[in-house]
């Protein structure tokens, strides 16, 4: 079956590295995902990786994946206070499938 | 280039009720797919339409039904409003029939209550 976790809340301090971590289920999945949603908005598209890849830099962005243990974590460098938001893992397997969003993490930036 | 627009903004029904929300999707874009944010959760997936056609569909009561039109646009229709339909609806569009990461923008949702 499809199942996506995340924690549900991380607090850091502004230039720290955040990492938010996200735990899937399903072994078919070809691609992973970060978004964005901050309040009362839609959903941001922050960087995705193809599940035969271990790692994907993007910036301040980094996406590890342990495709054994079914784990991605999104770290961000030099966190910023307009990093706050929710982010969501999801996952979506090949072709037109839908997306498979987890609950979500709250991260919030303090000055 | 106006990307993925939805309406109306807000929306406050009753129970009941029946509710149409509408979604333009992307410039060059033929796919949509509509989703389901309750407060505090992820995004729950309802159904895709792709070709006019209902190509895909979540675990969701015949409550909820969809149309695409020609131009691509897209309706989704809740009948029998109940209080936990109360959430934000999210529209998706790609292009192809294709969800990939790199192709499919969300626009910003339409909030729905229901008293």
């Known amino acids: 079956g499809e199942d996506v976790e995340q924690s549900l809340f991380l607090s850091v301090r502004e230039g720290d590295s955040s990492v938010i971590n996200c735990t899937y289920t399903?072994?078919?999945?070809?691609?992973l995902y970060w978004y964005k949603q901050e309040p009362g908005a839609g959903l941001q598209l922050l960087t995705y990786i193809f599940s035969n890849m271990d790692m994907k830099q993007d910036q301040r962005l980094t996406v590890l994946l342990n495709k054994k243990d079914k784990h991605l974590s999104l770290r961000i460098a030099d966190t910023q206070t307009g990093d706050s938001a929710i982010y969501f893992c999801a996952e979506s397997q090949q072709g037109f499938q839908k997306l498979v969003f987890g609950t979500g993490t709250r991260l919030l930036v303090s000055p | 280039d106006a990307g993925v627009t939805q309406s109306p903004t807000h929306l406050i029904k009753t129970r009941g009720q029946q509710v149409t929300l509408r979604c333009s999707p992307k410039s060059g874009h033929d796919t949509v797919s509509w989703y389901q944010q309750a407060l505090g959760q992820g995004p729950q997936f309802i159904f895709q339409?792709?070709?006019?056609?209902?190509?895909q569909r979540g675990n969701f009561p015949d409550r909820f039904s969809g149309h695409q039109f020609p131009n691509y646009s897209s309706e989704l229709n809740v009948n029998a409003l109940l209080l936990g339909d109360s959430a934000l609806y999210l529209c998706?569009?790609?292009?192809?029939?294709?969800?990939?990461?790199?192709?499919?923008?969300f626009g910003p949702g339409t909030r729905l209550t229901v008293l």
């Open positions: 998706a569009s790609s292009f192809g029939g294709r969800v990939r990461a790199d192709t499919q923008y």
């Open positions: 399903d072994s078919s999945s070809t691609y």
């Open positions: 339409y792709y070709e006019e056609e209902e190509r």
